[in-house]
């Protein structure tokens, strides 16, 4: 079954640098959640979009933006990277209907140096 | 705001063990609740979901309770293996937001 593609998979950026990470959902998942977890944390929600809109917002920085194209993938936008950026960040997508629950990528770990 | 904690921190068993993992959520008006299991450095598996209508769910040597009104969640392993290692996350999903809400998961080790 198709999952969540995430990419890339591992991603070492410099202090100040950019970085993008992409998120392809399942086919036919409405909702795109970005999550960051950071060494010995707890995932903690970053932004959600539903159908191609802005849905919820959690605690992104301001350094970060994100949205979601016509084909449903995700773009995760990170500007002037920070050394406390440096995380696991991942992706999940749902149905419209929530009662199917989340389905979570792999992931994108971001070392920033 | 919705806190959920998790207890155990960390577990560690010997192989052949049953075992019950807590989870309890402050905020007991929740859309579903999910465990997930996540292995070092790796993405979360979802196991088991739990709607708020339900009391429990089963897969394999999982079983997951839901007691919405007291605000609490148990995951049960039967028969414990060593390749049950791994963090065990609880996440709530609150009625108004979408987003999951995670506990701080619970460090399982079964000794061979």
Redesign the interface.
């Known amino acids: 079954a198709a999952g969540v593609i995430q990419s890339p998979r591992h991603l070492i950026k410099e202090k100040r640098e950019t970085a993008t990470l992409k998120c392809y959902p399942i086919p036919r998942h409405d909702?795109v959640?970005w999550?960051q977890q950071g060494p010995g944390?707890?995932?903690?929600?970053l932004i959600?979009f539903?159908e191609k809109m802005q849905?919820?917002k959690?605690s992104i920085p301001d350094r970060f933006s994100a949205q979601q194209f016509s084909d449903y993938h995700s773009e995760l936008n990170m500007s002037s990277l920070e050394l406390g950026d440096s995380a696991?960040y991942?992706c999940?997508s749902?149905p419209a209907r929530?009662?199917?629950?989340?389905?979570?990528?792999?992931?994108t770990?971001l070392t920033v140096v | 705001k919705q806190e959920v904690t998790q207890i155990p921190a960390a577990l560690s068993v010997p192989e052949g063990e049953n075992l019950v993992l807590n989870c309890s959520f402050t905020d007991s008006a929740i859309y579903n609740l999910q465990w997930f299991r996540q292995d070092p450095g790796k993405g979360l598996t979802s196991l088991l979901l739990i709607q708020s209508s339900q009391r429990e769910q089963t897969s394999g040597r999982l079983n997951a309770s839901l007691d919405k009104s007291s605000g609490r969640s148990t995951l049960y392993i039967a028969a414990s293996q060593p390749g049950d290692s791994a963090t065990y996350l609880c996440a709530v999903q609150g009625s108004g937001r979408r987003a999951l809400t995670f506990g701080s998961g619970t460090r399982l080790q079964v000794q061979p």
């Open positions: 909702t959640y999550y944390q707890d995932p903690q929600f959600s539903y849905s919820d959690g696991l991942f999940a749902s929530d009662r199917d629950g989340y389905t979570f990528g792999s992931g770990r």
